[in-house]
Nanobody, 121 residues
Framework: VQLQASGGGLVQAGGSLRLSCADP????????VGWFRQAPGKEREFVAA????????YYADSVKGRFTISRDNAKKVVYLQMDSLKPEDTAVYYC???????????????WGQGTLVTVSS
């Protein structure tokens, strides 16, 4: 599994971005995928996760109602649609894949390289 995160950038507060996590490998649909973020000087935190089928999703309370995770297994991509962005959403965002759907980063086996999201006030 080789995850490639993309879509980060600079956006004003209230704006939107869509992150993508792609895996060209053949076994992508066998994995749950999570998004995590790490802001400067802070620990990594869970953002959202989606089951292998896409039926079950988890969200952190801080992003619930603003972020939407989805996946297209045919295209081997997981998306994180981020709306109503706030300056506190500024962080490097990482996607991760694992056998179990969980909010715990320690349970994921594979990690992408991260993409920077900066939200200006």
């Amino acid at each position: 599994v080789q995850l490639q995160a993309s879509g980060g950038g600079l956006v004003q507060a209230g704006g939107s971005l869509r992150l993508s996590c792609a895996d060209p490998g053949r076994t992508f649909s066998n994995y749950a995928v999570g998004w995590f973020r790490q802001a400067p000087g802070k620990e990594r935190e869970f953002v959202a996760a989606i089951s292998r089928s896409g039926i079950t999703t988890y969200y952190a309370d801080s992003v619930k109602g603003r972020f939407t995770i989805s996946r297209d297994n045919a295209k081997k991509v997981v998306y994180l649609q981020m709306d109503s962005l706030k300056p506190e959403d500024t962080a490097v965002y990482y996607c991760a894949a694992g056998r179990v759907l969980t909010k715990s980063g320690d349970e994921y086996d594979y990690w992408g390289q991260g993409t920077l999201v900066t939200v200006s006030s």
